[in-house]
């Protein structure tokens, strides 16, 4: 059996650790920039790990979607690198916290809460 696409695509414990770099405390000036790098690259091999799974089965296709769609927004709405450095410390938050919400769609699989409320499988 082959495994899935996704499960190669990115290494959880990297992704959390960049994550709480942005959470922990506000990204400084000096370091911000390279952080949004980092979270946008993550972000970006995060979303294939979502898109592929089959969320419409389970009547979670819309949701994913607009959470998906938001991501993107998010991800296009990237401030310029000459931006005030308290905005683009506040858009790093923002991005992790997007790049957190994938991740948790990634590590599931479509329906897993149904099947923990002992509904159908």
């Not at 923002?94 to 790049?99: L, Y």
Request: include cysteine; aromatic fraction near 4%.
């Amino acid at each position: 059996m082959t495994a899935p696409v996704h499960e190669h695509a990115f290494d959880e414990a990297t992704v959390q650790a960049v994550i709480r770099r942005a959470l922990d405390r506000l990204p400084l000036a000096d370091t911000v920039d390279n952080l949004i790098a980092a979270l946008c690259w993550h972000t970006e091999r995060l979303l294939p790990a979502v898109e592929t799974k089959d969320w419409s089965a389970h009547g979670q296709g819309e949701l994913v979607t607009v959470i998906v769609d938001g991501v993107r927004k998010k991800l296009d709405a990237r401030p310029a690198s000459g931006a005030v450095a308290a905005a683009r410390a506040v858009y790093a938050q923002e991005v992790a916290r997007a790049c957190r919400a994938l991740l948790g769609l990634a590590l599931v699989e479509p329906g897993d809460e149904e099947r923990l409320r002992g509904g159908p499988q």
